[in-house]
């Protein structure tokens, strides 16, 4: 099992950054894919980026050129950093541990961007 636990969520002003740190604990060898998720109020969750053991990333759309996925495996450790934050980039955030037959989610920060 991969235990996981998410920080750096908290309230920015639109134009803002922040970085989300995913620290990941347990059988840190079995994973092959961190991602980092998104549910806003009344939406449907959905994936903002993912990066697998060999470093490759997957972005949606709309955060494409503005947010940046990467994972430090010496730290155990995978990061978001979010620049030109929207308003509509406010959400709950989780990170999302993917092994062959198995997945753990993290227990979420929230980003608040306000205009």
């Known amino acids: 099992q991969v235990q996981l636990v998410e920080s750096g969520g908290g309230l920015v002003q639109a134009g803002g950054s922040l970085r989300l740190p995913c620290a990941a604990s347990g059988s840190i060898f079995s994973i092959n894919v961190m991602a980092w998720y998104r549910q806003a109020p009344g939406k449907q969750r959905e994936l903002v980026a993912a990066?697998?053991?060999?470093?490759?990333?997957n972005y949606a759309d709309s955060v494409k050129g503005r947010f940046t996925i990467s994972r430090d495996n010496a730290k155990n450790m995978v990061y978001l950093q979010m620049t030109s934050l929207k308003p509509e980039d406010t959400a709950v955030y989780y990170c999302?541990?993917?092994?062959?037959?198995?997945?753990?989610w993290g227990q979420g920060t929230q980003v608040t961007v306000s205009s």
């Open positions: 999302r541990a993917i092994g062959s037959s198995w997945n753990n």
């Open positions: 990066i697998t053991s060999d470093g490759i990333t």
